[in-house]
């Protein structure tokens, strides 16, 4: 195991052309981040990006440890292959900085604002106020450490899935669902709030499971959501719903087991799918028993809405 310095993360800025943040801020996550989000930058003149000037920069936070060094190389790689793909965009500019107590828990506040994601269902921050109106479903979410506030592309979509199925087929009496990969839990307690009594929150992280378990609680469906740290191989119980926003390299990895909790006629979602590695997802998801329902694109990301036919008779 990797020795941790206490009280010492490393502290990853990039600041890059607009088009390619979700890129880079999938790769930080991806990479092991404890921490990524969005900021504008300073005036044209900030002394800190000399080269190139940007308006956007990711800053991204890791535990500092003897696998530091591996990280910011594997970062650099990465930045390297986005200026081959994209030879017309600046390459983005990267700082690397080992700080004490960054503070970037409560960094999040000053980011994650109240929004709709989808038509009827508004993503919130614990700490701000929201008066809904209409079919509003207010969901709140203190994202503490774990993925998932809607306000990434990838789950976003996930979202207008899940609402487009669970609020239109009226055939599913008893949505079981399953969400592989849970973060903070709002995908689960959003189906748990469009009507599933039955929903099963898998994460590696067992800082990710008990900021869903805290999540699952302020939105009064914690008898809904079970939430446990455990790997989506070891679940043999079949669903109607499975929703998995991961990678597509985890995708691929999972997709015959999925395929196999699946019942007849139920549905799946995967999302955290970018645009380049679609044909990869759709060989192995788009066959049968597998159909696609739905596809839904933003920007370069792409969400997948499935269902498993019937056995011929």
């Known amino acids: 195991m990797t020795k941790e310095e206490p009280g010492k993360w490393l502290k990853i800025e990039i600041a890059a052309p607009v088009e390619l943040m979700d890129a880079v801020g999938n790769f930080l996550t991806e990479t092991g981040a404890q921490g990524v989000f969005q900021e504008t930058l300073g005036t044209p003149s900030q002394e800190e990006f000399d080269e190139v000037q940007f308006r956007d920069a990711i800053k991204a936070y890791f535990a500092h440890d003897a696998a530091s060094e591996e990280r910011i190389a594997a970062i650099q790689k990465y930045l390297e292959s986005l200026k081959e793909i994209f030879p017309d965009i ?23 604002k109240a929004v709709r994601v989808s038509s009827n269902i508004i993503v919130k921050p614990t700490w701000e106020k929201y008066a809904p109106s209409g079919r509003d479903i207010v969901i709140e979410i203190d994202p503490g450490l774990a993925f998932g506030t809607g306000q990434h592309p990838s789950t976003r979509m996930c979202i207008e899935a899940l609402e487009d199925i669970m609020m239109h087929d009226a055939s599913v009496q008893n949505w079981k669902t399953l969400d592989v990969g849970c973060g903070t839990g709002i995908l689960g307690i959003i189906a748990a709030r469009l009507g599933a009594r039955d929903v099963l929150c898998l994460d590696n992280d067992p800082k990710a499971t008990e900021i869903a378990a805290k999540n699952a609680a302020v939105n009064l469906v914690s008898d809904r959501l079970r939430i ?13 719903l499975i929703i998995a926003n991961l990678t597509s390299k985890l995708l691929l990895k999972l997709c015959r ?22 044909g990869d997802i759709e060989a192995s998801f788009s066959v049968a028993p597998l159909i696609q329902h739905r596809v839904i694109k933003e920007k370069e990301w792409v969400c997948y809405l499935l269902r498993k036919e019937a056995p011929a008779v």
């Open 90 to 112: 600046p390459a983005p500019v990267l700082k690397t900085e080992i700080i004490s107590d960054p503070g970037w828990g409560e960094a999040w506040k000053k980011y994650f």
């Open 228 to 240: 446990v740290n455990q790997d989506a191989l070891a679940i043999n119980e079949p669903r109607n």
């Open 257 to 278: 087991h999925l395929t196999q909790l699946l019942v007849a006629g139920g549905y799946m979602i995967i999302s955290g799918i970018m645009e380049k590695d679609s």
